[in-house]
């Protein structure tokens, strides 16, 4: 049974609809991403949930219980948010502490708690200390612990991590999800950073234009991307524009390259498709006169990742992106003339609609209020 | 490792702002030891008469009492004014700030006359008492320097952030105004009230259009009959004025002193 239900919510800023109809739905103890680029709707989503914000239209139910008019300091929602909210003139300590003594705690039971909950997030050894003698990823853990302590119905959490340097978010993005699963707690989690979602979420939603796209557990997103849009926002995805020219072989054909795939099977003829390919699956070898699903091309850039180096190449009829171990892509330096065999059987196929391909910034700027 | 020194123009510019406040206090001391008689140093005399005076603790009293109203009416009504602009109407700060100007504006004069028209039909005890329509004209005449200083308070903290983590934590509205919003802005709140004080202990016009006798009335009377006495008069408000800042500032600092510190690192 759903522990955290959205059901249809609206939310328009004047002309814009922030929110179209918003349907989520879930279990005790899961933990949601929102992901999404700026102005997608998220953060909205996640201020209705807090009570920051009232819908146009739709109910939050939390445990069976309608709270959509409830006020935010009666809805029990621990929140961190993504500007550093540490009350500046309480120590750490007397952070956590605050929601415990609005809710009356005794003072024994009020100072075990805060003690546990900060040694939880590791700052045991800072309670003394206040918000400006503490650094940002500590700012964020006792905001943690802050949210914790009054042993919310449902976490949330809007985009904490993103003030924070690389290595502390991946860092702290790992605690989140450890706390996370030893209190059993329901979390709603927003972030425009797809690493982060796929990393450490049970779902994810991810939104656009107020509304949600696609949800589903991590790796279906990774795999099997229902939209144009969610294809290209989940990881690096070569986005072919084809027309099935053979609908029981499957074939399709792109800017003058035919290729075979499966999914095109049964479609009509002429019908226009997006073929998906991952970089990662992108075969790439020096060219021998191609073959079947084979792109011609020359290697432009090589963008070295670590373990993998990503090639781009420009071919004659399509450009693609091709990821290869390090090692032998040093075989392939750029200007070498290659053929991409492309995995085109195993691809994955979406229907075009008319609508223009969305574009994605490739770093979203910080979703605004 | 390379002294610090201070350049010679620096050192010129600071004894000429010196002098510029100093002088004058200082004439007025001395002036204020002169004998009647000789008109020389040196008798503490006139000090001794205003201190033994009535009408001196009288009107000293009228008027603390009447700086302690204003400051306490103009928190009352403008910390959560300026809280809710900040929060919900920031459209309106704009609005607020050109109101704040209008007692630079307008003279003590004009003020007077539209505020006793205005409270024509209000009871006796309005008029009768200076906690009524002379408290009433302060907190106007003190509404700029209480809301500038009040508005970069609030400018300098995040409302919105900290307004929503304490009630998601679970307060209510003065839980949070009062326990997480009002300790970040105790040094805006004690600035403003500082001038606030300041203005009350000086204003002149409005005290005498409106004949209550508060303490500048009182050095008026005293400097229409006896100018080495007036000039100890003077003398004496400035400590005194001083030493009522500073006692606000160690109240205000005993508990807000950690969150000034606070504030000031931001």
């Keep these: 049974m759903a522990y955290l239900e959205l059901n249809g919510l609206h939310r328009n800023f004047g002309a814009v609809k922030a929110l179209d109809g918003i349907e989520i739905s879930l279990g005790e103890g899961e933990f949601l991403s929102l992901l999404g680029p700026s102005g997608c709707g998220k953060t909205t989503a996640l201020r209705l949930v807090a009570g920051f914000d009232q819908p146009d239209a739709g109910t939050i139910v939390v445990d069976g219980r309608d709270i959509t008019r409830t006020t935010p300091s009666k809805r029990d929602m621990g929140m961190v948010f993504q500007a550093y909210s540490l009350f500046p003139n309480m120590t750490a300590q007397q952070n956590v502490e605050f929601g415990l003594r609005i809710r009356g705690k005794d003072r024994a039971d009020r100072r075990k708690r805060v003690s546990d909950l900060l040694e939880l997030v590791g700052l045991g050894h800072a309670g003394d200390r206040y918000p400006h003698q503490l650094s940002g990823g500590m700012q964020q853990r006792v905001a943690l612990a802050r949210a914790l302590a009054i042993e919310p119905r449902v976490l949330l959490l809007d985009e904490p991590l993103s003030a924070l340097d690389a290595k502390v978010r991946v860092q702290l993005r790992e605690e989140i999800r450890r706390i996370q699963l030893e209190f059993g707690i329901t979390t709603l989690y927003v972030t425009h950073d797809q690493e982060e979602a796929l990393s450490v979420s049970d779902h994810v939603a991810v939104m656009y234009r107020g509304r949600i796209e696609q949800m589903g557990a991590p790796a279906e997103m990774y795999s099997a991307p229902a939209t144009p849009f969610v294809a290209e926002f989940i990881g690096t995805m070569n986005r072919l524009e084809a027309t099935v020219v053979d609908p029981e072989r499957g074939v399709v054909e792109t800017g003058g390259v035919t290729l075979t795939v499966a999914a095109a099977r049964g479609k009509p003829r002429g019908a226009r498709v997006l073929v998906l390919i991952r970089p990662e699956t992108v075969e790439v070898a020096a060219s021998n006169g191609g073959g079947a699903n084979t792109v011609r091309g020359e290697v432009l850039t090589h963008t070295f990742l670590g373990p993998v180096t990503r090639l781009r190449i420009a071919g004659a009829e399509a450009s693609l992106i091709a990821d290869m171990p390090t090692a032998r892509a040093a075989a392939l330096p750029p200007g070498s003339k290659v053929d991409a065999s492309l995995p085109a059987e195993e691809a994955r196929l979406l229907d075009l609609s008319d609508e223009p391909l969305p574009e994605i910034a490739e770093e979203p700027a910080p979703a605004g209020r | ?266």
Excluded at chain 2, 144 to 161: E, K, N, Q, W
Aim: aromatic residues 14%.
């Design chain 2, 1 to 266: 490792m390379t002294r610090k020194w201070i350049a010679p123009s620096a050192v010129i510019w600071l004894l000429l702002a010196f002098a510029y406040f100093v002088i004058p206090l200082l004439g007025s001391f001395l002036f204020s030891l002169n004998k009647l008689a000789t008109g020389t140093c040196c008798t503490v005399h006139w000090y001794g008469t205003i201190l033994h005076s009535g009408a001196f603790w009288q009107s000293l009293k009228v008027s603390l009492l009447l700086a302690l109203e204003t400051i306490a009416i103009s928190l009352a009504l403008f910390v959560p004014t300026i809280y809710l602009v900040h929060l919900k109407m920031p459209k309106l700060r704009p609005v607020l700030a050109f109101l704040a100007l209008i007692p630079f504006v307008v003279p003590p004069i004009v003020m007077v006359v539209g505020l006793l028209n205005f409270y024509k039909g209000a009871p006796i005890w309005f008029y009768d008492q200076p906690w009524g329509f002379l408290a009433t004209a302060y907190v106007i005449l003190a509404f700029p320097y209480m809301f500038f200083s009040l508005d970069a308070g609030f400018r300098s903290i995040d409302v919105h952030t900290l307004t929503e983590a304490s009630q998601s934590l679970g307060a209510s509205w003065p839980t949070t105004l009062g326990r997480v919003i009002l300790p970040n802005i105790r040094s805006a709140a004690l600035a403003g009230s500082f001038l606030t004080l300041a203005i009350v202990m000086g204003e002149f016009t409005i005290a005498s259009l409106s004949a209550f006798h508060t303490f500048p009335i009182y050095i008026q009377s005293v400097n229409e009959s006896e100018a080495y006495g007036a000039a100890a008069v003077t003398v004496l408000s400035f400590g005194i004025t001083w030493v009522a800042m500073l006692s606000l500032l160690f109240v205000g600092r005993k508990r807000g002193a950690r969150a000034a510190v606070i504030a000031g690192a931001r």
